[in-house]
């Protein structure tokens, strides 16, 4: 069984910057206003939700790969909020969506699985833009592909992919690295 688990802000999302900074709003980073709902309307990676959705159907009920979310969110009073938005954001860009593919967590993402699902292998997949997830999680056991998206930059230790490639060559790409 292969495992891909795929980040959402900066891999299917587009990652804004501006929500993380405190130009805005008084002092208090947008996402961290109650009720702004930020992560439920983000802009979606276009090339990337094809290839994941490609990936998606075709693996559906294939005993033998899953595909899933797997998103970290603070913390604190807005979990709830956060949690929701990203769920009816997955609800939105992802065809046939199934709850169960969905891991919204507030602990480190290695963390997440290794404590609540099983020991990380290298049939885990994490694709994802930010090098401490990565890091972390190949060091626990696990496989990591570095999600490039014109913010973030190509490195070799890793296979890469790129939000802008050709929907067929994210999935090509994946395809080869989980063996299909
Ligand atoms: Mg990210």
Known sequence: MKNLWFDMDGVMTVYD?????????????????????????????P????????????????PK??????????VGLLQAEHTLDKFEWCRKHIENFSPEDFYCVSVPKHDAVI??????????????DYPKNLTNWVRRGGTAVKCVN?????????????TRWDPEEIVKTLKEVIGQ
């Not at 404590?115 to 994802?128: C, E, G, M, Q, R």
């Not at 014109?150 to 790129?162: E, K, M, P, Q, V």
Request: charged share 20%; net charge negative.
């Open 17 to 45: 910057i501006a929500l993380y900074t405190t130009e805005k709003a008084g002092g208090t980073p947008p996402f961290l206003v109650p009720r702004s709902h930020v992560f439920a309307t983000l802009a979606e990676n």
């Open 47 to 62: 090339n990337l939700m094809k290839a994941f959705n490609e990936l998606y159907q075709e693996y559906r009920d294939d």
């Open 65 to 74: 790969v899953s595909v899933n979310v797997l998103t970290s969110i603070p």
């Open 115 to 128: 404590d609540f699902l099983w020991p990380l292998t290298k049939n885990d997949i994490l694709v994802d």
């Open 150 to 162: 014109g913010i973030n930059s190509y490195n070799d230790l890793y296979t890469c992919i790129d």
